[in-house]
Protein backbone atom coordinates (compact mmCIF):
# COMPACT_ATOMS: atom_id res chain seq x y z
CA UNK A 1 0.00 0.00 0.00
CA UNK A 2 1.04 3.69 -0.92
CA UNK A 3 1.59 6.35 1.45
CA UNK A 4 0.26 9.61 0.40
CA UNK A 5 1.75 13.00 1.01
CA UNK A 6 -0.03 15.19 3.46
CA UNK A 7 1.73 18.29 2.60
CA UNK A 8 1.42 20.33 -0.38
CA UNK A 9 4.94 20.28 -2.03
CA UNK A 10 6.00 24.03 -1.95
CA UNK A 11 9.07 24.97 -4.25
CA UNK A 12 9.47 27.95 -2.83
CA UNK A 13 10.32 26.65 0.83
CA UNK A 14 14.37 26.63 0.50
CA UNK A 15 16.21 25.14 3.76
CA UNK A 16 18.59 27.38 4.58
CA UNK A 17 21.88 26.75 7.29
CA UNK A 18 21.58 28.89 9.95
CA UNK A 19 25.40 28.31 10.84
CA UNK A 20 26.76 28.79 7.75
CA UNK A 21 27.91 32.19 8.46
CA UNK A 22 29.31 30.99 12.22
CA UNK A 23 32.01 28.69 9.81
CA UNK A 24 32.72 31.35 7.82
CA UNK A 25 33.83 33.39 10.98
CA UNK A 26 35.19 31.11 12.77
CA UNK A 27 37.72 29.84 10.21
CA UNK A 28 38.63 34.01 10.57
CA UNK A 29 39.35 33.24 14.14
CA UNK A 30 42.53 31.72 16.06
CA UNK A 31 42.73 27.72 15.76
CA UNK A 32 40.95 26.02 18.61
CA UNK A 33 43.20 25.09 21.90
CA UNK A 34 42.74 21.36 21.23
CA UNK A 35 43.84 21.88 17.35
CA UNK A 36 46.94 23.89 18.50
CA UNK A 37 47.77 21.04 21.11
CA UNK A 38 47.61 18.29 18.84
CA UNK A 39 49.89 20.31 16.11
CA UNK A 40 52.47 20.71 19.05
CA UNK A 41 52.30 17.23 20.04
CA UNK A 42 53.01 15.78 16.57
CA UNK A 43 55.88 18.15 15.69
CA UNK A 44 57.07 18.25 19.09
CA UNK A 45 57.22 14.46 19.91
CA UNK A 46 59.16 14.61 15.90
CA UNK A 47 60.84 16.79 17.72
CA UNK A 48 62.21 14.52 20.35
CA UNK A 49 62.83 11.71 18.27
CA UNK A 50 65.26 13.32 15.79
CA UNK A 51 67.14 14.69 18.62
CA UNK A 52 68.09 11.27 20.25
CA UNK A 53 68.86 10.19 16.48
CA UNK A 54 65.82 7.74 16.25
CA UNK A 55 64.18 10.02 13.81
CA UNK A 56 62.09 9.02 10.92
CA UNK A 57 61.60 10.82 7.54
CA UNK A 58 58.20 11.75 7.90
CA UNK A 59 58.86 12.86 11.62
CA UNK A 60 61.85 15.33 9.65
CA UNK A 61 59.06 16.11 7.07
CA UNK A 62 56.58 17.55 9.93
CA UNK A 63 58.96 19.51 11.36
CA UNK A 64 60.41 20.48 7.99
CA UNK A 65 56.55 21.16 7.21
CA UNK A 66 56.39 23.58 10.48
CA UNK A 67 59.38 25.61 9.78
CA UNK A 68 58.19 26.18 5.95
CA UNK A 69 54.95 26.99 6.83
CA UNK A 70 56.04 29.42 9.56
CA UNK A 71 58.34 31.01 7.10
CA UNK A 72 55.23 31.93 4.27
CA UNK A 73 53.67 33.59 7.35
CA UNK A 74 56.34 35.12 8.32
CA UNK A 75 57.35 36.27 4.88
CA UNK A 76 53.19 37.81 4.88
CA UNK A 77 54.37 40.20 7.86
CA UNK A 78 53.41 37.90 10.83
CA UNK A 79 56.62 37.79 12.92
CA UNK A 80 58.58 38.59 10.42
CA UNK A 81 60.79 39.69 12.97
CA UNK A 82 62.03 36.07 13.05
CA UNK A 83 62.61 35.38 9.21
CA UNK A 84 66.33 34.94 9.42
CA UNK A 85 65.85 32.34 12.31
CA UNK A 86 63.52 30.40 10.30
CA UNK A 87 65.56 30.08 7.16
CA UNK A 88 68.55 28.84 9.37
CA UNK A 89 66.77 26.61 10.65
CA UNK A 90 65.69 24.93 7.55
CA UNK A 91 69.05 25.53 6.18
CA UNK A 92 69.91 22.86 9.32
CA UNK A 93 66.75 20.74 8.19
CA UNK A 94 68.81 20.15 5.03
CA UNK A 95 71.81 19.62 6.61
CA UNK A 96 70.39 17.06 8.81
CA UNK A 97 69.26 15.62 5.54
CA UNK A 98 72.44 15.17 3.79
CA UNK A 99 73.63 13.91 7.20
CA UNK A 100 70.99 11.20 7.02
CA UNK A 101 71.85 10.20 3.56
CA UNK A 102 75.95 9.52 4.39
CA UNK A 103 74.43 8.00 8.52
CA UNK A 104 71.79 6.23 7.43
CA UNK A 105 70.48 7.73 10.89
CA UNK A 106 67.93 11.03 11.28
CA UNK A 107 69.68 13.41 14.52
CA UNK A 108 70.40 16.56 14.69
CA UNK A 109 73.87 17.98 15.03
CA UNK A 110 74.02 20.52 18.17
CA UNK A 111 73.45 24.07 17.05
CA UNK A 112 70.99 22.82 14.37
CA UNK A 113 69.06 21.57 17.18
CA UNK A 114 68.70 24.59 19.04
CA UNK A 115 68.05 26.70 15.92
CA UNK A 116 65.35 24.40 14.86
CA UNK A 117 64.22 24.11 18.62
CA UNK A 118 63.88 28.42 18.45
CA UNK A 119 61.73 27.73 15.47
CA UNK A 120 59.68 25.92 16.60
CA UNK A 121 59.10 28.08 19.10
CA UNK A 122 58.24 30.83 16.46
CA UNK A 123 55.81 28.48 15.10
CA UNK A 124 53.74 27.85 18.14
CA UNK A 125 53.63 32.05 17.96
CA UNK A 126 52.22 31.70 14.60
CA UNK A 127 49.80 28.87 15.73
CA UNK A 128 48.63 31.05 18.39
CA UNK A 129 47.79 34.37 16.82
CA UNK A 130 46.84 33.33 12.84
CA UNK A 131 43.19 32.54 11.98
CA UNK A 132 42.33 29.37 10.55
CA UNK A 133 42.74 30.95 6.61
CA UNK A 134 45.99 32.18 7.38
CA UNK A 135 47.38 28.91 8.25
CA UNK A 136 45.34 27.19 4.98
CA UNK A 137 47.17 29.59 2.92
CA UNK A 138 50.25 28.89 4.23
CA UNK A 139 49.82 25.44 4.44
CA UNK A 140 48.84 25.85 0.30
CA UNK A 141 51.79 27.87 -0.53
CA UNK A 142 53.80 25.82 1.06
CA UNK A 143 52.45 23.02 -1.32
CA UNK A 144 52.62 25.13 -4.07
CA UNK A 145 56.46 26.38 -3.49
CA UNK A 146 57.54 22.08 -3.30
CA UNK A 147 55.45 21.36 -6.58
CA UNK A 148 56.99 24.47 -7.99
CA UNK A 149 60.58 23.28 -7.19
CA UNK A 150 61.13 26.20 -4.83
CA UNK A 151 62.15 23.48 -2.11
CA UNK A 152 64.66 20.80 -2.43
CA UNK A 153 61.22 18.43 -2.49
CA UNK A 154 59.54 16.69 0.72
CA UNK A 155 62.36 15.35 2.85
CA UNK A 156 60.84 11.82 2.55
CA UNK A 157 61.73 11.64 -1.06
CA UNK A 158 64.66 13.17 -0.24
CA UNK A 159 66.19 10.85 2.05
CA UNK A 160 64.50 7.56 0.10
CA UNK A 161 66.38 9.33 -2.69
CA UNK A 162 69.72 8.21 -0.86
Known amino acids: MKKTRNKKYNPNK ?9 NVISDAQPL ?7 LGVGYYSS ?4 KKGTGTPDQLGMIAGAINIS ?3 AESGIGSE ?3 LLIVAKDSIFRTIQR ?3 TGKIGFYGPDMHKISEALDVHDMHVEVVS ?6 AVNEVRRRIN ?15
Open 148 to 162: AGHYEGEVHNELLAA
Open 82 to 84: YLD
Open 71 to 73: IVL
Open 14 to 22: IKVNGTAFI
Open 100 to 102: AKN
Open 132 to 137: KNEMID
Open 47 to 50: FASV
Open 32 to 38: EADQRTE
